[in-house]
Protein backbone atom coordinates (compact mmCIF):
# COMPACT_ATOMS: atom_id res chain seq x y z
CA UNK A 1 0.00 0.00 0.00
CA UNK A 2 1.30 3.79 -0.79
CA UNK A 3 1.03 4.89 2.85
CA UNK A 4 2.25 8.62 2.05
CA UNK A 5 0.05 8.75 -1.30
CA UNK A 6 -2.94 8.29 0.95
CA UNK A 7 -1.61 10.41 3.67
CA UNK A 8 -2.16 7.35 6.25
CA UNK A 9 1.69 7.28 7.15
CA UNK A 10 2.80 7.32 10.49
CA UNK A 11 4.24 10.97 9.42
CA UNK A 12 1.29 12.34 7.42
CA UNK A 13 -1.18 11.44 11.21
CA UNK A 14 2.23 12.78 13.60
CA UNK A 15 1.84 15.75 11.07
CA UNK A 16 -2.27 16.23 11.04
CA UNK A 17 -2.04 15.80 14.96
CA UNK A 18 0.86 18.69 15.31
CA UNK A 19 -1.16 21.06 12.91
CA UNK A 20 -4.33 20.76 14.68
CA UNK A 21 -2.55 20.90 17.83
CA UNK A 22 -1.52 24.37 17.02
CA UNK A 23 -5.26 25.25 16.47
CA UNK A 24 -6.40 23.88 19.65
CA UNK A 25 -5.83 27.69 21.09
CA UNK A 26 -8.43 28.97 19.21
CA UNK A 27 -11.10 25.94 19.26
CA UNK A 28 -10.66 23.33 22.09
CA UNK A 29 -12.49 20.44 20.11
CA UNK A 30 -9.78 20.06 18.13
CA UNK A 31 -7.44 18.41 20.73
CA UNK A 32 -9.87 15.31 20.41
CA UNK A 33 -8.96 15.41 16.49
CA UNK A 34 -5.13 15.89 17.20
CA UNK A 35 -5.18 12.74 19.63
CA UNK A 36 -7.49 10.77 17.36
CA UNK A 37 -4.64 11.18 14.65
CA UNK A 38 -2.10 10.15 17.04
CA UNK A 39 -3.73 6.91 17.69
CA UNK A 40 -4.01 6.18 13.88
CA UNK A 41 -0.17 7.66 13.45
CA UNK A 42 0.67 4.41 16.51
CA UNK A 43 -1.15 2.17 14.45
CA UNK A 44 0.09 3.12 10.99
CA UNK A 45 3.71 2.74 12.40
CA UNK A 46 3.61 -0.62 14.30
CA UNK A 47 1.50 -1.85 10.58
CA UNK A 48 3.82 -0.40 8.67
CA UNK A 49 6.78 -2.37 10.16
CA UNK A 50 4.94 -5.55 10.75
CA UNK A 51 5.05 -5.38 6.63
CA UNK A 52 8.83 -4.37 6.47
CA UNK A 53 9.33 -7.49 8.31
CA UNK A 54 7.18 -9.78 6.56
CA UNK A 55 8.34 -8.06 3.07
CA UNK A 56 4.91 -6.79 2.62
CA UNK A 57 3.44 -10.24 2.50
CA UNK A 58 1.01 -10.48 5.20
CA UNK A 59 -1.08 -13.37 5.80
CA UNK A 60 -5.67 -12.56 5.46
CA UNK A 61 -4.94 -12.52 9.57
CA UNK A 62 -2.39 -10.24 10.05
CA UNK A 63 -3.96 -7.45 7.27
CA UNK A 64 -6.87 -7.34 9.34
CA UNK A 65 -4.94 -6.36 12.57
CA UNK A 66 -5.50 -2.40 13.78
CA UNK A 67 -5.27 -2.21 17.26
CA UNK A 68 -1.70 -1.57 18.62
CA UNK A 69 -2.00 -4.50 20.78
CA UNK A 70 -2.65 -6.98 18.49
CA UNK A 71 0.75 -5.29 15.92
CA UNK A 72 2.69 -5.26 18.70
CA UNK A 73 1.97 -8.93 19.57
CA UNK A 74 2.46 -9.89 16.15
CA UNK A 75 5.38 -7.86 15.24
CA UNK A 76 6.60 -9.86 19.09
CA UNK A 77 6.09 -13.47 17.07
CA UNK A 78 8.30 -12.99 14.56
CA UNK A 79 10.99 -11.00 16.13
CA UNK A 80 10.97 -11.16 19.76
CA UNK A 81 13.54 -9.24 20.54
CA UNK A 82 12.27 -6.57 18.40
CA UNK A 83 13.95 -2.86 20.01
CA UNK A 84 16.87 -5.07 20.82
CA UNK A 85 17.94 -6.35 17.49
CA UNK A 86 17.38 -2.80 16.30
CA UNK A 87 19.89 -1.57 18.94
CA UNK A 88 22.32 -4.33 17.49
CA UNK A 89 21.95 -3.93 13.95
CA UNK A 90 22.38 -0.31 14.55
CA UNK A 91 26.29 -1.36 15.58
CA UNK A 92 26.36 -3.46 12.28
CA UNK A 93 25.83 -0.15 10.17
CA UNK A 94 28.63 1.49 11.81
CA UNK A 95 30.41 -1.34 11.21
CA UNK A 96 29.77 -1.38 7.99
CA UNK A 97 30.93 2.37 7.68
CA UNK A 98 27.07 3.51 7.34
CA UNK A 99 26.86 5.99 10.10
CA UNK A 100 23.98 7.64 8.26
CA UNK A 101 21.89 4.48 9.00
CA UNK A 102 20.61 4.99 13.11
CA UNK A 103 17.13 3.85 13.07
CA UNK A 104 15.41 5.31 15.93
CA UNK A 105 14.78 2.10 18.44
CA UNK A 106 10.46 1.96 19.23
CA UNK A 107 9.88 1.11 23.09
CA UNK A 108 6.93 -0.52 21.49
CA UNK A 109 5.59 -1.33 25.35
CA UNK A 110 5.49 2.55 25.86
CA UNK A 111 3.82 3.35 22.42
CA UNK A 112 1.12 0.80 23.76
CA UNK A 113 0.83 2.33 27.04
CA UNK A 114 0.17 6.25 24.78
CA UNK A 115 -2.11 4.83 23.28
CA UNK A 116 -4.39 2.80 25.48
CA UNK A 117 -4.41 6.61 27.19
CA UNK A 118 -5.37 8.46 23.99
CA UNK A 119 -7.93 5.81 23.39
CA UNK A 120 -9.57 5.97 26.86
CA UNK A 121 -9.88 10.09 26.13
CA UNK A 122 -11.47 9.01 22.67
CA UNK A 123 -14.25 7.19 24.28
CA UNK A 124 -15.31 9.82 26.80
CA UNK A 125 -18.68 11.58 25.64
CA UNK A 126 -18.41 15.55 25.34
CA UNK A 127 -20.39 15.88 28.50
CA UNK A 128 -17.97 14.18 30.29
CA UNK A 129 -15.32 16.19 28.80
CA UNK A 130 -16.80 19.24 29.87
CA UNK A 131 -18.14 18.63 32.78
CA UNK A 132 -16.98 19.95 36.15
CA UNK A 133 -13.13 19.49 36.62
CA UNK A 134 -13.04 19.87 32.68
CA UNK A 135 -10.04 22.22 32.62
CA UNK A 136 -8.40 19.20 34.80
CA UNK A 137 -9.18 16.77 31.97
CA UNK A 138 -8.21 18.94 28.81
CA UNK A 139 -5.03 19.63 30.38
CA UNK A 140 -4.25 16.01 30.86
CA UNK A 141 -5.45 15.47 27.38
CA UNK A 142 -2.96 18.17 26.06
CA UNK A 143 -0.26 16.81 28.18
CA UNK A 144 -0.61 14.02 26.25
CA UNK A 145 -1.00 15.03 23.28
CA UNK A 146 1.96 16.47 23.01
CA UNK A 147 3.95 14.08 25.00
CA UNK A 148 3.05 11.33 22.57
CA UNK A 149 3.96 13.89 19.77
CA UNK A 150 7.41 14.59 21.51
CA UNK A 151 8.03 10.47 21.42
CA UNK A 152 7.31 9.71 18.18
CA UNK A 153 9.11 12.31 16.78
CA UNK A 154 11.80 10.00 15.97
CA UNK A 155 9.85 7.39 14.62
CA UNK A 156 7.60 8.77 11.95
CA UNK A 157 10.01 8.91 9.38
CA UNK A 158 10.10 5.69 7.13
CA UNK A 159 13.69 4.54 8.18
CA UNK A 160 13.91 0.14 8.89
CA UNK A 161 16.63 -2.03 8.55
CA UNK A 162 16.68 -6.01 8.96
CA UNK A 163 19.82 -7.73 8.77
CA UNK A 164 19.41 -11.93 8.52
CA UNK A 165 22.29 -12.75 11.21
CA UNK A 166 24.19 -16.42 10.73
CA UNK A 167 25.02 -18.52 13.50
CA UNK A 168 27.98 -16.56 14.14
CA UNK A 169 25.69 -13.42 14.41
CA UNK A 170 23.23 -14.43 16.40
CA UNK A 171 25.90 -15.81 19.03
CA UNK A 172 26.92 -12.22 19.01
CA UNK A 173 23.64 -10.99 19.50
CA UNK A 174 23.44 -13.10 22.70
CA UNK A 175 26.36 -11.56 24.01
CA UNK A 176 24.67 -8.11 23.34
CA UNK A 177 21.92 -8.46 24.74
CA UNK A 178 23.00 -10.49 27.93
CA UNK A 179 25.40 -7.56 28.23
CA UNK A 180 28.70 -9.77 28.39
CA UNK A 181 30.42 -7.62 25.51
CA UNK A 182 30.18 -3.74 25.00
CA UNK A 183 28.91 -2.16 22.06
CA UNK A 184 32.41 -1.00 21.07
CA UNK A 185 34.01 -4.72 21.82
CA UNK A 186 30.97 -5.64 19.31
CA UNK A 187 31.17 -3.12 16.63
CA UNK A 188 35.39 -4.06 16.34
CA UNK A 189 34.61 -7.91 16.25
CA UNK A 190 31.90 -7.33 13.57
CA UNK A 191 34.55 -4.54 11.54
CA UNK A 192 36.89 -7.57 11.88
CA UNK A 193 35.33 -10.06 9.49
CA UNK A 194 31.64 -8.57 8.66
CA UNK A 195 30.58 -11.68 6.46
CA UNK A 196 30.78 -13.91 9.48
CA UNK A 197 27.98 -12.03 10.72
CA UNK A 198 25.57 -11.44 8.41
CA UNK A 199 24.16 -12.75 5.19
CA UNK A 200 22.04 -9.96 4.12
CA UNK A 201 20.12 -6.40 5.17
CA UNK A 202 17.50 -4.62 4.10
CA UNK A 203 17.65 -0.94 4.56
CA UNK A 204 14.84 1.41 3.85
CA UNK A 205 15.42 4.98 4.79
Request: charged share 30%; aromatic share 12%; hydrophobic share 40%.
Amino acid sequence: MDFERYEISAFAYWNRSRELLSEFEQSRHKLLYSAYELRCAIESFLYDYLCFLHDAQLSKTLEKLYLAKDLKNAIRNIEPDFEQRIAFNNLIHLAMGLDVVNIPVPDLDKLGELYGRIGAFMHVQKEAMDSKGSDTRWAELEKLVKDTQTFMHDLVHPQKSRVELTPDGVALFEDFKCGSKSSDEIKTIIQADINRFFSGAQIQL
